[in-house]
Nanobody, 122 residues
Framework: QVQLMETGGGSGKPGGSLRLSCVAS????????MGWFRQAPGKHRELVATINRHGTANYADAVKGRFTISGDRDNTKITVNLQMNSLKTEDTAVYYC??????????????WGQGTQVTVSS
């Protein structure tokens, strides 16, 4: 079992910055990739950014150049941060931490955090 605990978020202004953090604990040994997704009201959940165990990051076009994902792991936990700069009103959404589990190349499933609200308004 893996637990994902999200912190950060809240309210920000256009052009401002916010930072999200997610800590995965428990059975983290089979987590190959972690990331952030978001869901705005009336929209589908969408990928924001991911980072794998080798440190390779992937970003949605909408956040490239503005958001930076980083991660750190040891035997007991994985921490993933999302630094959000140059915020836009369209970044308003509930942000969810996600972890993908693998056994070698076999996909085992994923885990989700409870979500944290990010609101960008002037």
């Amino acid at each position: 079992q893996v637990q994902l605990m999200e912190t950060g978020g809240g309210s920000g202004k256009p052009g401002g910055s916010l930072r999200l953090s997610c800590v995965a604990s428990g059975s983290v040994f089979n987590i190959d990739r972690m990331g952030w997704f978001r869901q705005a009201p009336g929209k589908h959940r969408e990928l924001v950014a991911t980072i794998n165990r080798h440190g390779t990051a992937n970003y949605a076009d909408a956040v490239k150049g503005r958001f930076t994902i980083s991660g750190d792991r040891d035997n007991t936990k994985i921490t993933v941060n999302l630094q959000m700069n140059s915020l836009k009103t369209e970044d308003t959404a509930v942000y969810y931490c996600n972890a993908d589990h693998y056994r070698c190349t076999e996909y085992l499933g994923d885990s989700w955090g409870q979500g944290t609200q990010v609101t960008v308004s002037s």
